[in-house]
């Protein structure tokens, strides 16, 4: 029995990047071997186990052969006769096949130290067209390792473009398209994810809402910006749809990827209320606080923060306009917090009730909102 350290553990601590996790490969071994020694089998379509004492996951040597359609149409064979180069050789690319034996050295029959020098992603076989899910994670590699001056080896461009056309893609589930799409948001560049589908074809497959030229170019813009000012996915998600979709799109790429529902109403209130967000220094106390109670600012100021940046994102990112300065953000927090400081309680010696007490809390409300303008200036694009 030999174990090898595999995947991303080893390409990201050869390209000096943290590593979070460690996966194994073992060679040589069955499934009652492991299960002796105290591993626990977790592993649905192949023996994939988690060691007793770290938990980190240990996969036995495997093959894999087409026999169906979409990313699951695999049948797996493995066993103690399967050598570490066949396991390695499934895998999509070549940086992504180097082992790491137990004294540290490094197993690499397929070149993927010359594609880490050369900064390369490339595929490892042919075979590479069998899984349309590959497609979805060199764009997410892509994402990830372009601040490194990695790009995708046009070879593998081309049979990510084969993938594209055959309609294999339409065979992922959502709930896997929308997994791989949180990740790349995650991404230091997450819009080289969208780019990199529009060069090889699949973005009209998998994001057909943001085929459009036009729309793509804006949605980008505001990913980009949104990128500058936060690392959540959620928030960069909502910036890119708010940018470029009305509002019945945005529901519709939502309910189709299955995203969650935080995710749906940002990017819905993002879209819905981008004017008051660009408007907000102009417009008067009662609008203000209308806008806010219509985003729940009083209730969910989480959600408002990230409501204000990707407003910001969004408004940043239009042509000529990204080096203006947002006094927005600042001043719509002020208010939520002059409002939010206002409450029922401190009426209640008025003896007012019902509908009265409600009108003379936005009064008291929008008179502590129109204070803000001895704080902040006015000289807004």
């Known amino acids: 029995m030999k174990v090898y350290k595999v995947g991303g553990a080893v390409r990201d601590k050869l390209l000096g990047l943290p590593v979070h996790e460690h996966d194994y490969v073992v060679v040589g071994a069955t499934p009652e071997q492991l299960r002796a020694l105290g591993f626990r089998e977790v592993g649905r379509d192949f023996p994939v186990f988690l060691h007793p004492e770290t938990g980190e996951e240990y996969a036995l040597a495997r093959t894999e052969r087409k026999s169906g359609p979409g990313h699951r149409g695999f049948r797996v064979e493995f066993g103690p006769d399967i050598p570490l180069e066949k396991d390695l050789e499934r895998r999509d690319l070549t940086i992504n096949a180097i082992a790491e034996d137990a004294a540290g050295r490094l197993i690499d029959p397929y070149g993927g130290l010359a594609d880490l020098e050369a900064r390369r992603l490339r595929h490892v076989s042919e075979a590479f067209v069998e899984d349309p899910l590959r497609v979805l994670r060199v764009a997410r590699f892509h994402a990830k390792l372009a601040p490194l001056g990695f790009h995708v080896a046009p070879e593998t461009l081309a049979l990510m473009r084969r993938i594209a056309d055959s309609g294999e893609l339409e065979h992922l589930t959502a709930e896997r398209v929308f997994r791989e799409l949180e990740k790349a948001l995650a991404t ?7 780019e990199t589908l529009a060069a090889c074809g699949a973005l009209p497959r998998l994001f057909p809402e943001l085929a459009d030229g036009g729309r793509l170019a804006r949605a ?28 019945a799109a945005i529901d519709a790429l939502c309910r189709r990827l299955k995203t969650p529902r935080a995710w749906r109403e940002l990017a819905l209130l993002t879209r819905r209320h981008r004017d008051l967000f660009e408007q907000a220094t102009r417009l008067p106390p009662p609008d203000i606080l209308a806008g806010l109670k219509a985003l729940d600012a009083l209730r969910r100021p989480e959600r408002f923060e990230r409501f204000l940046r990707a407003a910001e994102a969004v408004a940043g990112s239009e042509p000529g306009r990204e080096r203006w300065p947002w006094p927005q953000a600042d001043y719509l927090r002020a208010a939520r917090d002059q409002a939010a400081a206002v409450t029922a309680r401190d009426l209640l010696r008025r003896d007012l009730e019902g509908p009265a007490l409600a009108a003379e809390l936005d009064a008291v409300r929008c008179t502590a909102i129109a204070k803000l303008k001895r704080r902040y200036r006015w000289s807004v694009p």
């Open 188 to 194: 230091p560049c997450p819009w080289v994810f969208f």
């Open 220 to 247: 980008l813009a505001a990913l980009r910006r949104a990128a500058a000012l936060d690392e959540a996915p959620e928030l960069r998600f909502a910036a890119l749809a708010a940018a470029a979709l009305d509002e």
